[in-house]
Structures are given as structure tokens and as C-alpha cells.
């Protein structure tokens, strides 16, 4: 790494190189993509743009380390050991990734270092699986011992988000690194920063050469790249559900495994009988945090007739009450989106609300006072009245951005819940313990919350259905997909066998 100028604030930029075989290397192409902080708009690092011979290199890196000795012969025990210690390194690196995943990505300070301080769990909880992992022993008819050997599939190739950069790694980290995989990763060229750092920690923690590679660059060229490999045995990708398709598409071609967590629009369904103001702040916190950059946004508030325009008015409230501002600054409720594009895509979702017709209750332009920052500040956004015909209810917004729409039934309610190309997630706010299980079997979705949202846990399963992907996350659900399965079936008769010489057929397999 070269230190190479300062910004005007005086932040120095990084110049990063790929990182294959336990260090950062030049890329072959001398093109270099600048990294921004959101916050300021400000240059703060830049990144190798890989080529198609870049990516090759690091699948080699990593095939190699995966048919090495010393990491495909690892003893279960030292394995689980190790993945341990990568948690150990994580924790006490804390201070420095989240203060770098606050720069990099916008996220206010307080939240970046709430989500990072768990993300050493998911190490755990996957060692854990390691040494707990048994084949099956199959009760078959006749004379037969039939026993299952599952062994690593392979080398995962890795496509990270802006959103959540470490998050998102590293619950596909943990089970690679504790199966027994390796991995080439291409981090969102928005927000590298972090990958890299933890590239480096983890070699310095004791994780073997090439067992952890990271290529940096655009999707369309070196995201293309690595999707189109030939030499990865699992795709792991999340992100848009048009990138989904595309990424899974070449993965197909040559029939590897795949974990995709795409597109969602999150229905929060609401009914009468619980505190509304305790809804509303459930509808804020689901809406908003991470500037609404989250596939599990509470994109849709449902709410009962009954409790419509006193929710409407509270959440409007609450919405503008929203500290937006600096994200280093501790007391920042609400941090920046990740780029100018991004603004622009949440400002033309205000427009088309307005334009189909819906209310504009909170938000819908640029903060004034962040107006001059550089910045990307879009103010939380609030509309009400919305129909499930409007763009605003179908389509993903990706930023600080909720919609209202009011119910009579439960019918009603989840037949509206159930109206979106999308199932990733849902959310229901009642008392009523029958009605939570009953509608939450009626969704169709792959994560509920019942009075809750954003919770997640390594032990839970996490992925979606329809356009919002296939394949879990999390759970022993994506440690076991790390895996080929073998049946091996042993003949314990030793009787003599002829099956042409013998008169009676009783049985061809």
C-alpha cells in the first residue's frame, strides 16, 4: 500500500492493491477506481480496477490452497481453533474497522459499531458446527451398511454489497473458513475498505495463503469476471435481484452451488390492538436505519384502518424529528446514502409518488443544512395514502423511504403483504398470538419478524423466495451447502454372486 496525496480536509488516500495469496499485489491493469466517503464526497482511498487474467490469478490462489495439505488436511479440532482466533482477531480490531466502515459507507458511528461488535458470533457459531458435524449412518433393506462423507465443495466465489460491507462478508466467511473452503471476494467498489483491512487481520491471525482472496473492481467487468469462472464450485452474491440473475445465470452454466439474497420490499403489517406508538418507532427504526439501504427496509407500512391517520401523523412526526448529519458524530441519527446516484434514485421515488397520486407526509428532499456538505443526505421520506398499483408499493427504493397503505381485514392485510414480485422478509405488529402465527404462515416470505425487525442471529436461517433469491444464510442450513454429500453403501453378505447364473431375479438394485 502508497501513500499517495491528502484531500482537502487532509484525509490521506490509500492506494490498495488485490489481495491474493496473504498479500496485497499490483493488479495488471493500471486503472484505479476511486473510493468516496458519502459523508463529504472527498476521494479518501482508490482501488484496482481487476482484469479477466487479476480474477484468474486469485481462483488459482485459492484452488491452490483449497487442494494444499495444510489447509484440506487440517484436523477438524485445529480448524474450529482457528476460525476462533480469526474471531478473537476480529474483536480486537473493532475500533479500527468501525470507524473505517463509518467512513467508507455513511453509516452513523453508532450504528456501525452496534452491528460490527457481533460479527465475531458468526465465527463461533460455525466452529462450533465443525465440531459438532456428523454423517448419517442410513438404515437400508437387506445386508447393507450405508454411511454418508460429506467434504468440502470447494472455492466460493463472493459478491459483497455497499451496504453492510462487513456484515454481509462475514456471514459468508464463517462457514467457508470453517468448512474447509476458500474464497475469491469482490467487495462493492463503493466500500472495499474494510474487506481489505480484514484480508490483512486474518493473515496476521494465522489464516493460511490463498484461502481468503479479494479482487476489486466494477460489477459489470470484474464482478462479470469472476461469475463467468469456470474453476468455483459455490456462488455466494448480495445485491440487486437484476445482478442476481445475471451472476446466477453463468453460475448455472457450469452447475455450481448458490446462495443469492437480492431485492426486497418489506411488509409491516400493523393491527389494532398494539401501540401505535410503539409501531410508529418499530416503522422508523425498520424504515431508516442504514439510511433505508437494507434489503429487509420497512418499505411498506400496512396498517389498520382503525389506527390509519394516528399512525400516519405519529410517523410523520418521528420522521422529521431525525437527527441527519455527520456519521462520525455520535449523536447522528441518520447518515448519508452511498453515492450521488443513489440520491437521485430515491428523489425520482418521491416524484413518482407524487405523480401517482400518493401523500407526502416527511421528507422528500435534500437536508438544507447538508446541502452544502458534498455529501449524498437525502431526508427521511414518508408517504401515505398508497395504493398497491403505485410504483412506490412494487418497486424497491433503496433508501430512506416508507410508504403507508391502509386495511380493513386481515384478508385484506396480507393479501397486500403477498402483492410484490419480492419475499425476502415481513413484519407483524399485534397482542393477538394466534393472529401473529396465522398471518405469519401466510406470508410468503422468507423472514418474519413478529414485534420486532432487523433481528437476525447466526444460528437463524436468512434468505428470501420469489425474485428475492435462493438458498439460506446463516444456520446450519449454510454451513451444510458448503459441502458435496457422498452415500458410500457397503455389501456385508459374503455370499457368492453370479447374477446370469442364477434362475430367480428377485432384485436389480
Not at 396480507?414 to 425476502?424: I, K, M, R, T, W
Request: contains cysteine; negative net charge; glycine residues 8%.
Amino acid at each position: 500500500m502508497s501513500l499517495q496525496e491528502k484531500t482537502r480536509s487532509g484525509t490521506t488516500i490509500e492506494s490498495h492493491g488485490l489481495y491474493i495469496d496473504g498479500r496485497e499485489v499490483a493488479g495488471e491493469n493500471p486503472e484505479m477506481i476511486p473510493v468516496r466517503n458519502p459523508a463529504t464526497g472527498e476521494v479518501i482511498a482508490e482501488i484496482v480496477h481487476a482484469t479477466q487474467n487479476d480474477v484468474d490469478r486469485a481462483m488459482k490462489s485459492a484452488r491452490r490452497a483449497f487442494e494444499s495439505k495444510e489447509w484440506s488436511s487440517m484436523p477438524v479440532r485445529t480448524r474450529a481453533r482457528l476460525v476462533n482466533k480469526l474471531a478473537d482477531a476480529f474483536e480486537d480490531n473493532l475500533d479500527e474497522l468501525y470507524q473505517l466502515e463509518t467512513m467508507n459507507n455513511g453509516r452513523p458511528v453508532s450504528e456501525t459499531s452496534a452491528q460490527l461488535r457481533r460479527l465475531s458470533e458468526f465465527f463461533r457459531y460455525n466452529a462450533g458446527l465443525a465440531l459438532a458435524r456428523r454423517d448419517a449412518v442410513i438404515p437400508v433393506e437387506g445386508d447393507y451398511l450405508n454411511y454418508t462423507l460429506r467434504t468440502p465443495i470447494g472455492v466460493v466465489a463472493n459478491c459483497t454489497p455497499f451496504n453492510h460491507p462487513l456484515m454481509i462478508l462475514c456471514k459468508s466467511l464463517a462457514p467457508v473458513f470453517a468448512s474447509g473452503c476458500t474464497t475469491v471476494v469482490k467487495p462493492s467498489e463503493y466500500t472495499p475498505l474494510t474487506t481489505l483491512a480484514l484480508a490483512r487481520i486474518f493473515t496476521e491471525a494465522g489464516l493460511p495463503d490463498g484461502v481468503f482472496n479479494i479482487v476489486t473492481g466494477l460489477g459489470p467487468t470484474t464482478g462479470k469476471a469472476l461469475c463467468e469462472h469456470p474453476d468455483y464450485n459455490k456462488l455466494v452474491l448480495t445485491g440487486g435481484t437484476e445482478a442476481g440473475q445475471i451472476a446466477g445465470a453463468s453460475a448455472g452454466r457450469h452447475f455450481a452451488h448458490q446462495t443469492l439474497e437480492l431485492g426486497g420490499k418489506t411488509p409491516v403489517l400493523t393491527f389494532p390492538d398494539f401501540d401505535v406508538d410503539r409501531a410508529v418507532n418499530y416503522a422508523a427504526f425498520g424504515a431508516f436505519i442504514g439510511a433505508g439501504q437494507t434489503c429487509v427496509c420497512g418499505s411498506r407500512q400496512i396498517v389498520h384502518k382503525d389506527i390509519y391517520e394516528e399512525f400516519v401523523d405519529k410517523l410523520a412526526k418521528k420522521t422529521k424529528s431525525i437527527r441527519i448529519g455527520d456519521p462520525t458524530d455520535p449523536a447522528t441519527q441518520l447518515g448519508p446514502v452511498i453515492s450521488e446516484k443513489q440520491r437521485q434514485r430515491v428523489l425520482n421515488y418521491v416524484k413518482f409518488g407524487r405523480e401517482d397520486g400518493a401523500r407526502l407526509v416527511a421528507g422528500g428532499d435534500v437536508p438544507k443544512h447538508m446541502s452544502n456538505s458534498g455529501g449524498y443526505y437525502v431526508e427521511p421520506t414518508v408517504f401515505a395514502d398508497v395504493t398497491a398499483d403505485m410504483r412506490i408499493f412494487q418497486e424497491e427504493v433503496f433508501g430512506p423511504f416508507t410508504s403507508v397503505t391502509s386495511f380493513s381485514t386481515e384478508e385484506e392485510a396480507v393479501a397486500l403483504a403477498n402483492n410484490s414480485p419480492f419475499g425476502l422478509a415481513a413484519a407483524i405488529r399485534t397482542k393477538d398470538v394466534s393472529r401473529a402465527h396465522r398471518v405469519a404462515a401466510a406470508i410468503r416470505c422468507g423472514i418474519v419478524w413478529i414485534n420486532d425487525h432487523h433481528r437476525l442471529d447466526p444460528a437463524s436461517p436468512w434468505g428470501g423466495v420469489k425474485l428475492s433469491g435462493i438458498g439460506r444464510e446463516f444456520g446450519p442450513e449454510s454451513f451444510n451447502d458448503h459441502f458435496d454429500v457422498k452415500s458410500v453403501m457397503l455389501n456385508t453378505n459374503d455370499q457368492p454372486f453370479d447374477w446370469y447364473a442364477s434362475a430367480t431375479k428377485q432384485r436389480l438394485n
